[in-house]
């Protein structure tokens, strides 16, 4: 079993639609959640993380984990053309220090004009 | 611009051929990170250094050498490639000193391997 289970489309929806993306997880060591975002022919950028279960919200973007099933969600709402990127989920054990990242694959969002 | 720079941008190497990655962080942070991004796979981490002392190494061939002479530079150094090397391998940076730990990430250097 994958650490990290991302499925990784591409999922296409219509301008102004509300986006779900999620990741499940085996490792229940992992404490910190983090949503990046990545664009062709760039490095990924933090979106948002989240430490505990529940939800946390950012403009437009609202991550969600919970913890009981291994599972973490990004919702997007009000997508717009310029949302289209891949979007990695990712966690850590830890949040201080110098910890490495375990990533999910990747899903490749597309909004339609 | 994330304040991590990565040299070159694009990088074709035969399998015989020496060559060497480099990354610059201008965040003033003490971690630095390589990590490899082949098609249909996650991201993997391979390399971290904190305060210049490799720390983590993530059971990587030993034809890939990193090195980290200070705190803003990290290198990888590549020799006796196969093909499967080919990837889009990504430097990140983060502090090491707060509850929470951002990673910047460079742009990548996408290597195609001959």
């Known amino acids: 079993q994958k650490e990290v289970e991302q499925d990784p489309g591409p999922l296409s929806v219509p301008e102004g639609a509300i986006v779900s993306l999620n990741c499940t997880y085996s490792n229940s060591a992992f404490q910190y959640f983090m949503w990046y975002r990545q664009y062709s022919r760039k490095g990924p950028e933090l979106l948002m993380y989240?430490?505990?279960?529940g939800n946390k919200e950012d403009g437009r973007f609202t991550a969600q984990v919970d913890k009981s099933s291994k599972y973490i969600s990004l919702f997007i709402r009000d997508s717009q053309p310029s949302d289209s990127a891949t979007y990695l989920c990712a966690m850590r054990r830890s949040g201080g220090g110098a910890d490495g990242l375990t990533f999910g694959k990747g899903t490749h969002l597309i909004i339609q004009p | 611009e994330t304040g991590v720079t990565q040299t070159p941008r694009h990088l074709v190497m035969g399998m015989t051929n020496k060559k060497s990655l480099k990354c610059e962080q201008h965040l003033g942070h003490n971690a630095m990170y390589w990590y490899k991004q082949s098609a249909k796979k996650p991201l993997e981490l391979m390399f971290v250094y904190n305060f210049k002392e490799q720390t983590e190494n993530n059971s990587v061939p030993s034809r890939f050498s990193p090195e980290c002479p200070n705190s803003s530079h990290l290198f990888l150094h590549l020799h006796t490639l196969q093909p499967e090397d080919s990837a889009l391998y990504l430097c990140?940076?983060?502090?090491?000193?707060?509850?929470?730990?951002?990673?910047?990430f460079g742009p990548g250097t996408r290597l195609t391997v001959l």
């Open positions: 990140a940076s983060s502090p090491d000193d707060r509850e929470y730990n951002e990673q910047f």
């Open positions: 989240t430490y505990s279960s």
